[in-house]
């Protein structure tokens, strides 16, 4: 009698529970994790009835077969799922064969999920030919429809990274407004992060997305609030308070996310994400997490300058503090010992804001910096930019989001000095729908930043690679109304980033 008495009994959609959707993310060579909650009113705002389910705990039966039909079962088995965890499903499989497709289902009684995809990375060093992966940030769903994951899944790559904003947690500010958060109420506490989670996932084109294609994924600021930095509040909160909301925040944001229990539980106010995936000897991808550990926004100020906000050199010395840190120090060292052994020919750095030095401004003497971005933490995008040189990592290629704007940029060893040597190709996706930023006066600044090749920040969309040992194929993908759920697709700009030249190459 799986499932049934836990199900609410005045919800109006008993007859699905599975309503969210399923995903599949963390792969590792033999497994991976599989997601579902189990919710059948998810957008319920009855506390008791998280979800629309009753209290305790219900059986969720799981099925993973070789082929998309279910027919040919490797493991099947049932997991509860806890009214503690809002209902989600973490379930790690293991022993499975690497580097292949696997499909899932979920279960309870006569009700099924739809059927989702996952895969096995590699064996250790196989010599994998190509990788084709997407990578999206920033989804605000009041100011548009998600038809860049639509048509990414229609592309069927291999995996899909997404670097942040994955929800906004607060309500809608500018841009077309095409629908409203449900629940009307900026997210603060446990229930609003879950009812915004929970309406994101309702979103047809995430949930087809999420199904087909696995998963890796990062957080940027809006999961928790706008700009936030460690404990410290754009709102200036009190430090303790902010973390009771931080805490509340990632836990929704685990509970609606495949990411490995083992991994990513949450400790008091804390909860690990940063993860690495290689894919045979190909590619392996260092996924970051910029938020959690950083130093606070340089010169924050009470009761102005809490979150992102434009500073000089000479009015802002504490930008260059020795001890500032966009990583933290265990994150940090992390990285870097990875990167030191890694065997890999592409080294991939998937992580949420901009890692570029963009001048701001038109007087050369005094340059302006955005604090939110690694602009606000010079001294650790230095250690690392030293790091890639003198650990001579093999061809590494940062991935970033958050600006909402395309950009092509070359990495700098001396971000100031215009000749120095060019470590490392950054390639920034535009949002999914966040409205961009005036396209007009960053266009202007762009003269005086000559490493950045490319930007571009009046269309939606998202960048798609094809990953071959010789070289990396780089397209950056636009939509063509974002206020239209039916919006085509196109390609803006396409690069080659070749092995063994760090920059991007016009295609
Ligand atoms: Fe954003
Ligand atoms: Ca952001």
Known sequence: ???????????????????????SGAPRSDGFVLWTRVAPDPLSTDTEMIGGMHGGSVAVSYEVAADSRMKDIVRRGTVLADASFAYSVHLEVDGLQAGRNYWYQFRIDDAFSRVGRAITLPAEGHNLNSLRIGFVSCSNYETGYFSAY???????PDIAIFLGDYIYEGLFQRGPKVRSHSD??????????????????????????????????TWDDHEVQNDYADKWSETFDDPQ????????????????????????????????????????????????????????????????????????????????????????????????DGLARSQSQWNFLAQDVLMARFRQGMDSNEYAYWTDVWDGYPESRSRLMN???????????VMSGDI????????????????????????????????????????????NNPHVKFFESRMRGYVFLEISEKQVDVHFRTVSDVTNPESTVSTLMNYTIEDGRPGVLPA
């Open 1 to 23: 009698f799986i499932g049934r008495v836990a199900l609410g009994q005045n919800s109006q959609s008993l007859d699905n529970p599975f309503r969210l959707g399923v995903a």
């Open 150 to 156: 639509r048509h990414l899944a229609d592309e069927q």
């Open 184 to 217: 009307g109420v900026p997210a603060t506490t446990l229930a609003t992060y879950r009812n915004r989670h929970a309406q994101y996932k309702l979103d047809p084109d995430l949930q087809r997305l999420h199904a087909e294609v696995p998963s890796i994924i």
């Open 241 to 336: 308070n902010f973390l009771i909301r931080r805490a509340a925040a990632y836990q929704a944001y685990y509970e609606h996310m495949p990411l490995r229990p083992s991994l990513s539980r949450l400790i008091g106010s804390t909860m690990r994400i940063y993860d690495r995936f290689k894919f045979g000897s190909l590619a392996e991808f260092s996924v970051l997490d910029g938020r959690q550990y950083r130093s606070r926004e340089a010169c924050y100020e009470p009761p102005k300058k809490g979150g992102g906000h434009l500073e000089t050199r000479s009015g802002c010395a504490e930008l260059f503090a020795t001890d500032r840190t966009m990583l933290g120090q265990a994150q940090e060292d992390w990285l870097f």
């Open 387 to 397: 790091h890639l040189r003198e650990a001579k990592v093999r061809n590494p290629v």
């Open 404 to 447: 909402h704007s395309f950009w092509a940029n070359d990495l700098k060893l001396n971000a100031d000095d215009d000749k120095s040597p060019v470590v490392a190709t950054e390639l920034v996706g535009t949002s999914v729908s966040s409205p961009g930023p005036n396209y007009e006066l960053y266009s202007k600044y762009v003269p």
